[in-house]
């Protein structure tokens, strides 16, 4: 694996760099309306110049760019710290997934909205009963007329309060294996069939929700990939989720550690000096600095199975649980250095309430995006070649 670059993907990144430096959009409002409407202003600076959905066919809107490209891409934005995309969920894993199993009607109609995030996407995986079993759920989708209603309940869906569309799996042959009854709807969440209520986190934000459904209506044109082929595309759905975190948390890693070198710098410690000339802390530090190189590399191992399997494979669940024990253990760090100032969560957002404020949105690290429990299975089982656990 040759880590260096070509000089057309260094002209890539040159660009991508001078063009973020130039258009940064700057701060997010702190108000959460506020914030998410900063959000979608910028993604669509970002498709206006050509920067969104940028590994997509050109035809669908993107600009076909390589693999290799969209991991600089994903690296060079979170580097620039520049805000995350209203329509992430659409992005990297609604678009692919129409791209890869929609009908090219539904690619017209789908994806031009998701670049532009004049239609946000949400997910409706999980339900509350289900846990990470995902074959396990309940939602259930009937035949009615020209089309489907759906009855069911779902759970952490991010940003359902914004959006138009949902990526729904649902049940529809309650009498098949519970891997073939499924099927993939794009339903519209605009209709008196669908509830939002919002899910407050520790933090005091609510990005995710409860859904319930009641006779939401969808018609058939809004399957993908075929009525009871929903796991199937579902798979594709996740391991694009998965695949396209790696490099942009790999790069918030680093950028996070660089901050918490300084604030050990800053704070104090033992016997007058500063927390950074503990021994204990600076093992610690050190041991984070091996642990974020090591999310790196497999980032990069995993972009290199992509490009000989053409597809994202199992090993994007790896850098998603490694990611999430480094930040996990990193916030914590942060805490135990910043000592009784950490309770001072109130405040303008940086310094040690900055730190707070990241210790608790990472509780949540280890079960957003795949819980760890399922993805240690999944790399034993997929990566590994190891039995299943009956």
Not at 368 to 387: C, D, H, M
């Amino acid at each position: 694996m040759d880590l260096t670059l070509s000089p057309s993907e260094q002209a890539f990144r040159d660009e991508l760099r001078a063009w973020l430096e130039a258009n940064h959009p700057g701060a997010l409002p702190r108000e959460e309306q506020g914030s998410f409407e900063f959000r979608r202003a910028w993604q669509r600076r970002l498709h206006d110049a050509g920067w969104a959905g940028i590994s997509w066919p050109e035809r669908y809107g993107g600009r076909g760019a390589s693999l290799i490209e969209q991991a600089i891409f994903n690296e060079e934005i979170v580097r620039a710290r520049t805000p995350q995309l209203a329509n992430v969920l659409g992005l990297a894993m609604g678009g692919p997934t129409v791209i890869a199993h929609g009908t090219e009607e539904q690619r017209q109609r789908y994806l031009p909205p998701i670049l532009s995030a004049d239609e946000i996407w949400c997910q409706g995986f999980s339900e509350p009963e289900s846990g990470s079993d995902l074959a396990s759920l309940k939602t259930r989708a009937t035949r009615s007329g020209d089309g489907w209603v759906i009855t069911g309940q779902k759970v952490w869906t991010t940003y359902a309060q914004h959006a138009k569309w949902c990526m729904l799996l649902a049940r529809t042959n309650p009498d098949a294996p519970r891997h073939q009854g499924l099927s993939y709807f794009l339903m519209d969440m605009e209709q008196e069939g669908v509830q939002v209520r919002p899910l407050r986190q520790i933090t005091g934000e609510a990005e995710f929700n409860e859904l319930f459904l009641e006779q939401a209506r969808v018609p058939e044109s809004n399957i993908i990939g075929g009525e009871g082929n929903g796991w199937a595309v579902a798979i594709t759905t996740l391991m694009h989720e998965r695949a396209t975190l790696a490099f942009g948390l790999q790069v918030s890693v680093q950028i996070a550690l660089q901050e918490l070198v300084e604030h050990a710098e800053r704070s104090p410690g033992s016997n007058g000096r500063a927390a950074a000339a503990d021994p204990l802390v600076r093992q610690r530090l050190a041991q984070l600095m091996i642990e974020a190189e090591v999310l790196r590399l497999n980032a990069y191992r995993g972009l290199s199975a992509t490009m000989q399997g053409g597809v994202p494979g199992p090993e994007g669940s790896l850098a998603k649980w490694h990611w999430s024990e480094v930040n996990q253990a990193l916030t914590e760090l942060a805490m135990d250095i910043s000592g009784v100032r950490a309770l001072a969560i109130e405040g303008d957002g940086v310094g040690d309430n900055n730190w707070t404020y990241r210790f608790l949105r990472a509780r949540a690290n280890s079960i957003e995006g795949g819980t760890t429990e399922i993805l240690k299975n999944i790399v034993a089982e997929r990566v590994l070649g190891l039995p299943r656990m009956r």
